[in-house]
């Protein structure tokens, strides 16, 4: 069973705007990360976020998380049309072993 | 260098026949993982090794899915018997030895699609 939810399900936002996206587990972890997944291809990590840590950025990628609250959130500034994809967060509760996806949210960016 | 491939990149099976789905890591990535994306949903966790020896299979659905990677680089993941609830795509994702971030570098995945 997967670890948690995301949301929104979809997301459909213009081209230059701000994208948010949550995502709730339920165990302790070690740290999350998050993919992303265009249509009919495997995913591409975007960036990690250890359970120590409360923010990161990566360029346009802002990831917060909230141990207390088992939440996550992964902002896309400035969106542009190549960052229609699926975007999945994932929890690994022991470094080095498996994650735990959740069911993503489809984000479309309209030019 | 390459990234890790998977093939076939799409399987048909009639409901009864065995699969096999192939994957090649990244050359020296020590760990490999297998996993099974419905449609609509993440990715399932199926089985882990490191080198040839396989940790972790706790995701195996059942007894008719078996996974091995005998000379610790390729791995063949075997489904018998196949039921039209194995559809799916099926990923592969392998990390290396150094990797500090625990990222896992994944293939484009085999859709397995069971009449």
């Known amino acids: 069973s997967q670890q948690g939810e995301e949301d929104p399900q979809a997301l459909s936002i213009q081209e230059g705007e701000n994208a948010t996206m949550n995502c709730s587990y339920k165990?302790?972890?070690?740290?999350l990360q998050w993919y992303r997944q265009n249509s009919g291809r495997g995913l591409v990590h975007l960036i990690l976020?250890?359970?120590?840590?409360r923010e990161k950025h990566s360029g346009r990628l802002r990831v917060t998380l909230d141990t207390s609250k088992k939440s996550s959130s992964l902002l896309i500034t400035a969106s542009r049309a190549a960052d229609t994809a699926s975007y999945f967060c994932?929890?690994?509760?022991?470094?080095?072993?498996?994650?735990?996806f959740g069911a993503g949210t489809i984000l479309r960016v309209k030019s | 260098g390459a990234g890790v491939s998977q093939s076939p990149r799409y399987k048909v099976a009639k409901r009864g026949q065995d699969v096999a789905l192939r994957c090649d890591p990244i050359?020296?990535?020590?760990?490999l993982f297998w996993y099974q994306q419905a449609l609509g949903q993440g990715p399932e966790f199926l089985t882990y090794f490191q080198n040839e020896a396989q940790l972790d299979k706790s995701g195996l659905p059942s007894d008719r899915f078996f996974a091995e990677r005998p000379e610790g680089s390729v791995s063949t993941l075997k489904i018998q018997r196949t039921q039209q609830e194995d559809s799916a795509v099926y990923l592969c994702a392998s990390r290396g030895r150094t990797s500090g971030t625990n990222e896992q570098f994944f293939g484009p995945g085999t859709r397995l699609t069971v009449l």
């Open positions: 165990t302790s972890i070690n740290n």
């Open positions: 994932a929890t690994a509760v022991e470094y080095g072993n498996k994650l735990v």
């Open positions: 050359s020296g990535h020590v760990s």
């Open positions: 976020i250890r359970s120590n840590e």
